[in-house]
């Protein structure tokens, strides 16, 4: 398994779930599962910052890495969406 450090854990598994407005990303305590649930524009957002990010992580860069976090006014997360960061290992 990958070491996280300096975040709490690693994934095996995503689930994505088309249901209607904005995404909510939960990960239960312990689990080491994500659910992705949102509307198909707003899922179609994410995966173009996702996409966009992969696209253009720098080979070298170790640290690299995405925070996808809810704010006032957020394009596409709903306010009960949990912090997320998303890094590539190669």
Do not use: K
Request: charged share 25%; net charge negative.
């Amino acid at each position: 398994m990958d070491d996280p450090s300096p975040y709490g854990r690693c994934l095996s598994r995503v689930d994505v779930l088309r249901t209607s407005g904005p995404i909510a990303v939960t990960c239960a305590a312990g689990s080491d599962e994500l659910d992705i649930r949102g509307g198909a524009h707003q899922l179609a957002l994410l995966a173009e910052n996702v996409q966009r990010f992969a696209d253009d992580a720098d080979d070298g860069d170790a640290m690299s890495h995405l925070h996808i976090d809810h704010f006032p006014g957020h394009d596409y997360l709903d306010e009960s969406s949990e912090p997320l960061v998303i890094a590539f290992t190669r």
